[in-house]
C-alpha cells in the first residue's frame, strides 16, 4: 500500500512512518472496511490527545 501512495501523498515512501494503531474483527453481519488516517508528523500528537481524550 505504501507504494501505491508514492507521487500522490509523499515523493518517495522511504520517509513514510506506517502505523497500525488499532484493529477488530468484524462482527458477524458487519461489513469488513478499513479506515485510513493521513496527517503529517507534526501534527501526530495533537491527533492523539484528540483521538484518545474520550
Known amino acids: 500500500m505504501m507504494d501505491a501512495f508514492t ?6 515512501d522511504e520517509y513514510a512512518l506506517p502505523r ?3 484493529f477488530h474483527r ?4 458487519e461489513k469488513p472496511y478499513f479506515e485510513l488516517n493521513i496527517y503529517l508528523k507534526s501534527e ?9 481524550a474520550a
Open 26 to 29: 468484524v462482527a458477524e453481519g
Open 20 to 22: 497500525v494503531m488499532d
Open 44 to 52: 501526530e500528537d495533537a491527533v492523539m490527545m484528540e483521538r484518545y
Open 7 to 12: 507521487g500522490i501523498i509523499y515523493d518517495d
